[in-house]
């Protein structure tokens, strides 16, 4: 008795049958990068360049066609290109990214493509942008574990529930894309920011930490974290999908009730 055969009755389309064979369907985009360069000029301007690649690759891909192949006096910075240095958010479209973790597919590559340095910050060349007062404002809010005494002689025990409290901004990679889509920033550059904040709470919030009462001191401050008027720009902005907004309005509500 010959054994029956079952037909594959699933369609298959075009990009499928592509992706199968192995084969690379290439387009033609057009990258329209934002330049400038106070060296030559006071204005910055908008420069287009046509390339062609696979959809499936980054943005950061790119870019680096650009730079590479059509004019290596294109700045901007990278280093991982793989979503955990953070030194490569701007805007695309108009919206807080990474470039390395941005598929050209995903940003609609039949209009141009809009790429620019990130909103608030004072902007050196092309893409780069000055960071000092970001960093500045990191360093400020203490951003490391204070505890009392002499240093233990075992391990700082904490339960799952500990963890949990504070993990959620652990992820945090200081790439400022939430502090750079936040409109108060953009009006108030002495605001500390919502990555700052994010930042002390992974502290604040920490079992092992006895420094919370300093941070939120430092908070307090009519700069600090009473500045943000919950847009949840910032939330929408990061790239490792923290809770931006809901960790800042916790950090308020233990200034408040002095409970962390």
């Known amino acids: 008795m010959s054994t029956p055969t079952i037909e594959d009755t699933t369609p298959h389309s075009a990009a499928l049958d592509a992706a ?3 084969k690379v369907e290439l387009i033609s985009i057009t ?3 934002r330049r400038f360069n106070p060296e030559e000029h006071p204005d910055a301007v908008w420069v287009d360049y046509t390339l062609t690649v696979d959809p499936k690759e980054r943005v950061l891909d790119a870019i680096n066609t650009v730079k590479w192949e059509q004019d290596g006096t294109l700045t901007y910075r990278r280093s991982c290109a793989h979503g955990v240095c953070g030194s490569d958010a701007m805007r695309i479209n108009g919206k807080n990214r990474l470039a390395c973790k941005t598929l050209i597919k995903d940003v609609n590559p039949e209009k141009p493509i809009t790429i620019e340095p990130i909103k608030g910050m004072t902007v050196l060349k092309d893409l780069i ?3 000092d007062p970001f960093f ?3 360093r400020d809010v203490m951003p490391f574990l204070i505890t ?3 240093a233990p002689t075992k391990e700082r025990i904490q339960s799952e529930a500990d963890v949990q409290r504070f993990e959620d901004t652990t992820k945090c990679i200081l790439c400022a894309a939430c502090t750079s889509s936040c409109p108060v920033f953009w009006n108030d550059g002495q605001y500390f920011g919502p990555a700052a904040i994010v930042n002390a709470h992974r502290f604040i919030f ?4 006895e ?6 001191e430092i908070l307090n401050d009519r700069e600090g974290v009473w500045r943000c008027r919950t847009t949840f ?7 490792r999908g923290i809770e931006v907004t809901k960790a800042i309005q916790e950090v308020k509500q233990a200034l408040i009730k002095r409970r962390f």
């Open 148 to 150: 009392k005494g002499n």
């Open 211 to 216: 420094g919370a009462e300093q941070r939120l």
């Open 20 to 22: 199968e064979s192995g």
């Open 129 to 131: 942008v000055d960071m």
């Open 31 to 33: 990258l329209r990068i």
């Open 233 to 239: 720009n910032c939330t929408d902005a990061c790239p």
């Open 206 to 209: 920490d079992s092992r930490d």
């Open 136 to 138: 500045q404002a990191y």
